[in-house]
């Protein structure tokens, strides 16, 4: 009688430790479902690599101005704005790069949420020598 009981304890407790061992779904409440990423627009290219570089896959980074065009002179069209009112972050070089453009397109899109970073801030910009410098950009270099 003790050896069944004994063999009956022991069948129990493989049982319960064999249901451990399944494929169930977890399920709990702890469980992290995977975030969104956050929605990135970026100037230009340059500043897109930065971006990248620090928000690796938690980011979707649009850039605003395509390869090939001068910053200075850029116009944002209806999907670059549309881009900017969407966008949690948008991150400008600075140091009057985008200034001609950027408040603009900002006021316009009227995106109360958006964190606009300044990359520059904390840069000591070069003081332009060459005069046609000067004259182009103005006192300091904005190429960040």
Not at 43 to 69: H, L, W
Not at 95 to 111: F, I, P, R
Request: charged residues 20%; aromatic residues 4%; hydrophobic residues 40%.
């Amino acid at each position: 009688m003790v050896k069944k009981l004994l063999i009956g304890v022991l069948l129990l407790l493989m049982t319960v430790s064999l249901s451990a061992c399944g494929s169930a779904t977890n399920t709990s409440p702890t469980a992290q479902e995977p975030q969104p990423k956050l929605k990135v627009v970026v100037s230009f290219n340059a500043v897109r690599e930065f971006a990248q570089a620090i928000g690796k896959d938690k980011v979707d980074i649009q850039t605003i101005i395509p390869d090939g065009t001068e910053p200075h002179d850029f116009e944002p069209k209806t999907n670059d704005l549309e881009a900017l009112s969407s966008a949690k972050v948008f991150i400008i070089n600075g140091l009057g790069m985008e200034t001609a453009w950027s408040d603009k397109a900002l006021q316009a899109v009227d995106n109360k949420g958006l964190l606009i970073v300044d990359a520059s801030k904390g840069a000591i910009p070069i003081t332009n020598t060459d005069p046609d410098e000067i004259k182009e950009h103005g006192q300091f270099d904005p190429h960040l």
